[in-house]
């Protein structure tokens, strides 16, 4: 099992976004703070500007959404969830790209934090 926190800014979007469109389940909230999802072997942390992991840090730098570093999602069925994600409204940073052990797509939650959905060969 893997837990990973991304900050964002709107936690009630986000829940929205990873439950509706990646199939994610509500696991707890803690009000507009923050909220812990999960599927299958992964939880995720969706820390809002609320939260501790927002607070600056010492030398005053804020942390933020967005940036490349992303987890990767598996799928069966990459162009099926592509077509229904865009008729939701999600934003991606690339078209589907082909490579030697398979196919993925950079897609963004409502926050700009990156999520890299793949099918292998």
Do not use: H
Not at 23 to 49: H, N, R, S, V, Y
């Amino acid at each position: 099992m893997i837990s990973v926190r991304y900050l964002v800014n709107d936690v009630e979007a986000s829940i929205k976004f990873y439950t509706q469109s990646l199939g994610f389940e509500l696991k707890q909230q803690f009000g507009l703070a923050m909220a812990i999802i999960a599927k299958e072997d992964m939880t995720l942390w969706l820390a809002g500007p609320q939260s501790s992991a927002a607070q600056a840090m010492p030398d005053g730098r804020k942390p933020e959404s967005g940036g490349w570093n992303r987890f990767v999602m598996q799928v069966d069925d990459l162009s099926g969830l592509v077509e229904k994600m865009r008729s939701q409204g999600a934003q991606f940073r690339s078209d589907v790209v082909k490579g030697p052990g398979g196919s993925q797509v950079l897609c963004e939650d409502p926050s700009g934090n990156v999520i890299e959905i793949f099918q292998p060969n």
